[in-house]
């Protein structure tokens, strides 16, 4: 059987051991799936931060793009 220590499993002949193993590696990825989500939803939270809109987009467009561009 396996016995957490500091983080680590180690082998421990006591009986129900490796279900605590179990039991603290599956709460182990729940805590870490709970903090990548509540930092995820915190970033959408914040405003979209202001900028001024240019029209530099156009130069990056090919040449079949901008006539599509410029017929609208």
Known sequence: MKSHR???CYVNSRAGQGEMC???D???TDIDRVEFWADALDR???PIPEYAA??????HLLPSQRRIEDRH
């Open 44 to 46: 959408l939270s914040q």
């Open 6 to 8: 500091g983080g680590e």
């Open 54 to 59: 240019t029209d530099r987009l156009s130069q």
């Open 26 to 28: 599956s709460l182990r």
């Open 22 to 24: 179990q039991a603290i």
